[in-house]
Each structure stands twice: as C-alpha cells, then as structure tokens.
C-alpha cells in the first residue's frame, strides 16, 4: 500500500469489505432478541426444525460461531436445561403427538422423531413419562410427564 498503482483502489475496497464484514459478524453474535443472544435463539430454532436429525453440539456451535463449551453453558442458562436434555425433550413432545394422532408403529414414530429405534424410544419415553409409548396410546391420555 506504500506505493499507489492501478490496483490500490481495488485493494483499499476488499480491505474495506472485510471490516465491515467482521463488524457485522461480531453484531450479529451479539445481538439480544428477548434477553437471550441471537446465535443462542437460532440454535434453539434449529433444534425445533431438525430434532429427527442428528444434531451434535459441536457443529451447532460451529455454525453459531462459538465455542462448544461456552455454547453448552449458554443453553443451560438460558433454558435450564441441557442442550441432549432439551433435544430429547423435544423428541418426546413429538413422539406423544403421533401417539395421541396416527396409529403409526412405534418403529416409525421413533424414526420420524430422530430416535434411533423402537426399544431407545421406549426406555427413554418410559424413563421420562413413566410409562411406555404402547401404555400412552393405549390410555388415550394427554397428560404430559
């Protein structure tokens, strides 16, 4: 940059653009919607969308642009609740909807939920309702544990 040529105006652009980019990145992890960051409302919004995905923590964080650790500390702080407690949660929300709405086998409600398989299903089910998926349907209940 010490010597001005034909290409300096373009330089001084693109050294531009990469401020302004950083700045709007730096923004964009920093801004609060309703208390919370906005990386952290995203991430949450993504769970909600893809819960019957695979979805690790480090590549949330990764798309967030933020630490693992400081991602998982975050997530309790914000919703008292781990980011595995919070995604097998929502799961199980969704698992007690097709129970409650299709006659669907409990192979495929756990499929659809992002579990691995009927038997994971009912032990974590089981373990957070206290009864099984099989029992839920057949009560016709609406009671939520």
């Known amino acids: 940059m010490r010597e001005s040529d034909s290409v300096t105006p373009i330089a001084l652009e693109g050294l531009a653009f990469q401020f302004f980019a950083r700045l709007h990145r730096r923004r964009l992890r920093s801004v609060r ?62 698992a007690r909807a ?9 192979s495929e409600i756990a499929y659809r ?12 089910f089981k373990r957070v309702s206290g009864t099984t998926p099989a029992e839920y349907r057949a009560s016709g209940t609406t009671k939520r544990g």
């Open 98 to 106: 097709y129970l409650r709405s299709t006659a669907l086998p409990i």
């Open 33 to 94: 919607i309703d208390g919370e960051p906005a990386w952290l409302q995203r991430v949450r919004e993504y769970l909600h969308d893809n819960f019957n995905q695979a979805i690790r923590l480090r590549d949330l964080a990764a798309e967030a642009g933020v630490h693992p650790d400081h991602a998982s500390r975050a997530f309790i702080q914000a919703y008292g609740e781990s980011f595995g407690s919070y995604l097998r949660r929502i799961r199980i929300e969704s």
């Open 113 to 124: 939920c992002g579990i691995s398989d009927q038997s994971h299903l009912t032990r974590v």
